[in-house]
């Protein structure tokens, strides 16, 4: 097994005090997975394919379970699953540039020179953790050479940043040193946790001091919940199940730590920026994509978990309906899709359409801002509760954002 890198966050901004909505919000164990295709998946290739063009390439569309819907031939496992899956063909976000327009759909926000917005999967962990929980709130598991986004944790602050394994199943560093037991080692953080909350006392930058202890308190439990991402635990019917890809594994290794509780798990799957050979890129990727989801879901599904688990598709955007003289297709964010399953979504919803060549869009025009209102209604979060950022109260969800009822149950 490849190295793996871990980071919890410390310090962090102080926040009000949970209401009762909030609460009983958590304790419905409601969870979040993204599926992060990093570099821009073509929506030609999967979601919204226009087989009649030329310059819909060389892929037949083929229909799916929700009738007069279908989907590029690539996807013939999902396909069948359309019954449980909603898609969003109307996307318009304007930005084409990889790392403003990642900012953007992550956030639902465009950026502003003075403050710095926590991105969607790090709201939902701190709406959706239980207080009490010693597991982490977010783990983001992609691959150093593509993939590598780290969710920004903005104004909310270190303490609530995911954890990180990069090219990695398994957290490093969390195992005893030799010679220690965990008796001793309890007693240490125990001793730790009150010296430092002694100093805290009556300082500025308290708060700083109880995100350390936070971040001390879920290392602690990480290092006596290591076993959930072990998938090797796993019965080996299952692990082949899912596929001995790096993507296949890593989203088994996610179904492990969502059972277990952990509220927020994103998946990044790179590759997908396909200037050169788009074709012969999708006919490897799509495939893999097709058979790892459709497995997830129903894998969740199977185990009662995708009732309450939000399964969420993004990229930064699409790409162009024009092929390039390298028979690829470039970045694209006036007509593109994403798709989403299980909690608050209504399976077999198809939201908005692109216009005959797939250039503009022509009915449901949505923004990444509605996006995120969309998945925030979905888990049962309130889109006007506010953040004090530090600067002023800030909404969850932007202002103008509306939820795509359509797609919501």
Not at 33 to 42: E, K, Q, R, T, Y
Not at 184 to 193: C, S, V
Not at 228 to 233: A, K, P, T, Y
Request: glycine share 10%; with cysteine.
């Amino acid at each position: 097994m490849l190295a793996g890198s871990t980071a919890l966050g410390v310090g962090g901004l102080s926040i009000a005090n949970e209401l009762p909505a909030a609460e009983a919000l958590k304790k419905q164990q409601k969870r979040a997975l993204f599926i992060w295709l990093a570099g821009g998946a073509s929506q030609f290739e999967t979601w919204d394919p226009k087989s009649s063009l030329e310059t819909g390439g060389p892929f037949r569309s083929i229909p799916t379970a929700v009738t007069g819907y279908h989907v590029c031939e690539l996807m013939p496992k999902l396909a069948k699953l359309m019954d449980k899956i909603a898609v969003v063909r109307s996307l318009n976000t304007e930005i084409t540039a990889h790392a403003p327009a990642a900012d953007l759909i992550s956030t639902g926000r465009p950026k502003e020179p003075a403050l710095n917005y926590p991105e969607i999967g790090v709201i939902l962990a701190k709406e959706l953790a239980a207080r009490e929980s010693k597991l982490p709130d977010y783990v983001s598991f992609f691959l150093s050479t593509e993939g590598r986004r780290r969710p920004a944790t903005g104004f909310l602050g270190g303490s609530h940043a995911p954890m990180l394994l990069e090219n990695s199943m398994r957290p490093g560093d969390i195992d005893l040193p030799a010679g220690l037991s965990d008796l001793k080692h309890k007693e240490r953080e125990h001793l730790r946790e009150l010296l430092s909350s002694e100093f805290a006392r009556g300082r500025v930058g308290g708060e700083l001091v109880k995100g350390y202890n936070s971040a001390y308190a879920k290392v602690r439990g990480l290092m006596q919940s290591d076993h959930l991402f072990d998938i090797e635990q796993e019965p080996a019917a299952v692990r082949e199940r899912y596929g001995r890809t790096v993507f296949g594994q890593q989203c088994l290794a996610a179904r492990r730590l969502l059972e277990a509780g952990v509220p927020v798990v994103k998946v990044a799957r790179g590759f997908w920026d396909s200037h050169h050979d788009n074709f012969e890129s999708h006919r490897e990727l799509v495939p893999d994509f097709d058979h790892v989801l459709s497995t997830l879901l129903l894998d969740l599904d199977q185990r009662g978990l995708l009732e309450s688990t939000l399964v969420i598709v993004l990229s930064e955007f699409g790409r162009t309906p024009k092929i390039n003289k390298d028979v690829g297709r470039d970045h694209y964010a006036a007509a593109w899709s994403c798709a989403f399953a299980g909690c608050g979504i209504k399976g077999g919803a198809i939201h908005g359409k692109t216009d005959a060549d797939g250039k503009t869009v022509a009915d449901g025009e949505a923004n990444a801002a509605d996006i995120a209102a969309t998945i925030y209604q979905a888990a049962g979060i309130d889109l006007h509760k506010e953040y004090h950022s530090g600067l002023r109260p800030v909404p969850i969800a932007k202002e103008d954002a509306q939820p795509i009822d359509e797609i919501l149950v």
